[in-house]
């Protein structure tokens, strides 16, 4: 994900908008029912619910002590009435016949990083309830509502908001919290959102780590995440952390965990079976890379055109370097990671089960399946890893008062299976009907759904091909200097365009001008963005960010009033607040090609405060410009990144790559004009000096032996 895709996906959510999404449109559609299935219609606001009785069915409720048992659950709206074997059928159910299938509950994936473009691939593993380590805030607060998870239907979300981490953030789906002040000025709104629990990351500073620990207790919450790079279990013990995910950092120094001994895991087992801190292990993010797949993965089809370029390039990277000592090294690691999960299991450790969807190759839904598959192989019971993935789960995150287990007065969340799922849990990967909040799905309705969510990312990306069309920016009265088109381009792929102009007003200030389009996704419209920054004597005067996605709209504006810049919010004509800058602001960014033209020509070396956004909330930020003294290419160092950029004498970028958490960017430029002089002439210690041709031309292979080269 770019830099700018935050502040522009989370706007959808912001405004509240209702996007015109297929999935949505088809969600709302009678579904079509088989011979033995009868589904209750959509009943008119303020009616009684229809009941739903699925008859003859055995049931595996998850309760303790009880065994599977034929028996009838009724369900009506959200909830599941009645469960039993002398359950009377109400009168005017819909009954659905589901003798010689097996009925569990929803099942609970504890770690994914969420996005509604896979609502129905979670569902479609029967998956019902999500645990959400971090995203987009506003969004993510806004998803989490019934009327967003009925859409698909999608997952109930158990969320974290912005995940917390350091300086720099692996992710820009962060806060970054520096250190206990930070902290606690950061963190409390983040509580005041609402959210269910804190998830924290590797670059999160110890003391930052330890003041997160302590607010999140004193809101009754808990903080699951990874364990710090400066900390290891035992600090976790004394901080009191709740839950870790992932078993990165939990090995002993110097050991690996394709060479580690059983004997070296002793302690870490204790440790946890006795501190009851809980543990989600992700084994099957390890062996992903094991994975037998086709040519052309059908996966892939499911997903949008990020994802998509992103997972494919990952797996040319693996089977080019998957050697058989690379696939020796990744089995013993799985070997390991598993008998820790026996281990843990057998010594009574609170364990989750969770997939970290949508990482490379872990498509959501699938995942969770194949991270049981892996504690089955490890040799726990599968009846057990049912229950943690049901009852288990439920009770490890606080919620198995509403869900985990099929009793009466419980989210009717029930996932439906042709066999014995404790005889072979990879029957979860498609099951025969799932229940969604009272809401029944069919195997044949699954499959169709998914399938036109394959053709829609199919269209996605034919258009994501064709080019992305944006038009010229509204311009104030003046002179142009300079324009051109810029395209955002992540691992070969374009995800966004802008037109740019920079205008030498006649009062004095030039004003830099740029429209950009950001395109949809399969639960997202188009956005486009305008955005103009006005200069006077090198100095940030006002700026103005206009969002635009269907007929709604988001406006920032930032005017210096007495040395002091006041950012005003407003959705649409609605005043929301007005911010005053601490410091002295030289410069806005939104990941746009503003940020490169304004850093060529109005910005010095050093030092200097900017604006950047977490979600759609204006953070202020110390951040470093250097420009090289030898080929005069710009390093700036933010709080989130790196970006080098490099101009021609005209002020124009000759090369712009930005590295933001994990994700690389750069930009591509076309259709540049000056109109009538020399653009945006830069000093002779800004323009680019490119590196000397090697003697006598470009090297081919002959040319580049060198004799020493064995």
Request: hydrophobic share 45%; glycine share 10%.
């Amino acid at each position: 994900m770019t830099f700018l895709e935050p502040f522009l996906r989370v706007l959808q959510a912001f405004l509240l908008i209702s996007p015109p999404v297929l999935l949505a449109e088809r969600a709302a559609a009678p579904q079509e029912q088989g011979a033995d299935a009868a589904a209750p219609q959509a009943p008119e606001p303020d009616a009684e619910p229809v009941p739903l009785a699925l008859v003859g069915g055995t049931l595996h409720t998850m309760v303790k002590g009880a065994e599977p048992a034929a028996a009838t659950i009724v369900v009506r709206g959200d909830r599941i009435e009645a469960v039993g074997a002398d359950v009377e059928v109400p009168a005017g159910a819909s009954v659905v016949d589901i003798t010689g299938f097996h009925v569990i509950p929803g099942l609970v994936d504890g770690m994914v990083n969420h996005d509604a473009d896979h609502d129905l691939l979670y569902v479609s593993c029967g998956v019902t309830l999500v645990r959400d380590n971090g995203n987009e805030r506003l969004r993510i607060l806004q998803e989490r509502t019934r009327a967003w998870r009925d859409r698909v239907p999608g997952p109930d979300l158990f969320i974290a908001g912005l995940i917390i981490d350091g300086n720099p953030p692996a992710t820009t789906e962060a806060v970054v919290v520096t250190d206990e002040i930070e902290a606690a000025a950061k963190l409390g709104r983040l509580i005041e959102d609402g959210v269910d629990f804190l998830s924290s990351n590797v670059g999160l500073p110890v003391k930052a780590w330890r003041k997160a620990i302590a607010m999140a207790h004193e809101a009754g919450l808990e903080l699951w995440g990874y364990l710090p790079r400066e900390a290891g279990l035992q600090s976790a013990v004394q901080a009191g952390q709740d839950g870790i995910f992932s078993t990165t950092g939990l090995l002993p120094d110097g050991k690996r965990w394709d060479l580690v001994e059983p004997a070296d895991l002793d302690a870490l087992v204790e440790t946890l079976a006795r501190s009851g801190i809980g543990l989600t292990p992700l084994v099957h993010a390890t062996g992903r890379r094991l994975v037998e797949r086709a040519d052309e993965p059908p996966e892939l089809g499911l997903l949008g055109p990020h994802y998509r370029l992103s997972w494919e390039a990952t797996l040319e990277e693996w089977n080019a370097n998957l050697t058989d000592d690379v696939r020796g090294a990744i089995e013993r690691a799985v070997a390991a990671q598993e008998d820790l999960v026996r281990r843990l299991f057998e010594a009574g450790a609170e364990l989750v089960p969770g997939s970290a969807a949508p990482n490379q190759w872990l498509l959501p839904g699938d995942a969770l399946v194949r991270e049981l598959e892996h504690w089955v192989h490890a040799g726990i019971p599968a009846v057990d890893v049912l229950r943690l993935a049901t009852a288990g789960a439920a009770q490890a995150i606080g919620v198995l008062d509403e869900r985990g287990t099929l009793e009466a007065g419980k989210i009717a969340d029930l996932v439906v299976l042709a066999t014995d799922p404790a005889r072979d849990i990879g029957v979860l990967r498609e099951p025969e009907i799932v229940v969604v909040r009272g809401q029944l799905l069919e195997r044949d309705a699954l499959d169709e759904r998914l399938a036109e969510l394959a053709e829609e990312q199919a269209q996605l990306l034919a258009e994501m091909e064709k080019g992305i069309d944006v038009e010229e920016p509204t311009l104030p009265e003046g002179d142009k200097l300079l324009s051109g088109r810029a395209e955002t381009v992540a691992m070969g792929r374009r995800v966004s365009a802008e037109r740019f102009c920079v205008v030498a007003q006649p009062d004095g200030h030039t004003a830099y001008c740029t429209r950009l389009v950001v395109p949809g996704s399969a639960t997202m419209g188009r956005t486009a963005m305008e955005f103009r920054a006005r200069y006077k004597d090198h100095r940030l005067e006002d700026f103005e960010v206009v969002v635009k996605n269907g007929e709604s709209d988001f406006t920032v504006k930032g005017k210096r009033i007495g040395g002091v810049m006041n950012i005003e919010r407003r959705r649409g004509a609605l005043f929301i607040d007005n911010n005053r800058a601490r410091q002295p602001i030289t410069l806005v960014d939104l990941g746009s090609v503003l940020t490169n033209l304004v850093l060529a020509r109005e910005v010095a070396d050093g030092t200097f405060f900017a604006v950047y956004f977490e979600g759609v909330d204006p953070v202020e930020a110390e951040w470093y410009l250097e420009v090289d003294s030898e080929n005069h290419v710009f390093k700036l160092r933010t709080g989130l990144g790196l970006m080098a950029t490099a101009f021609d004498a005209r002020g124009m970028p000759v090369v712009s790559e930005r590295q933001t958490g994990s994700a690389t960017t750069k930009l591509v430029f076309s259709d540049v004009k000056t109109y009538g002089g020399p653009g945006l002439p830069l000093q002779a210690s800004r323009v680019f000096v490119p590196p000397p041709e090697p003697e006598g031309g470009d090297a081919g292979p002959e040319q580049d032996e060198r004799p020493d080269r064995r």
